[in-house]
């Protein structure tokens, strides 16, 4: 599966590149503390209205359950694509390293 995605993510880069429209959206890479102390990553546009969404309970499913209580971690990327190839790459540190990454802000 991680492969998988791996590749995925190598084709978006590729295709990006070759793009001749230079887009000015800004995209968000965050991190939340949910309720059980667990960590959620994920991307938007909007960080305000995605964070109102998941503590309503209308985010992703896994903060349905545990209500995240925070926004602990966000940065700015260029594109959609730089934001999924950051939040494949922080989804994979272990925990002790998301929370030195936090810590450092």
């Known amino acids: 599966m991680e492969l998988q995605y791996k590749r995925m993510l190598e084709g978006m880069r590729v295709k990006e590149k070759k793009s001749r429209k230079k887009k ?3 995209w968000y890479l965050y991190m939340l503390k949910c309720r059980d102390n667990s960590l959620y990553t994920g991307i938007t546009k909007d960080l305000e209205r995605r964070f109102k969404m998941h503590s309503e309970g209308k985010g ?3 903060t349905r359950t545990r209500r995240p209580l925070e926004m602990v971690y966000h940065e700015t990327c260029k594109t959609r694509t730089a934001a999924l190839i950051r939040e494949c790459f922080i989804k994979a540190l272990p925990k ?3 929370l030195t ?3 450092s802000v």
Do not use: M
Request: charged share 50%.
């Open 24 to 26: 000015k959206e800004k």
């Open 60 to 62: 992703a499913r896994y």
């Open 96 to 98: 002790p390293k998301k």
């Open 101 to 103: 990454l936090i810590g």
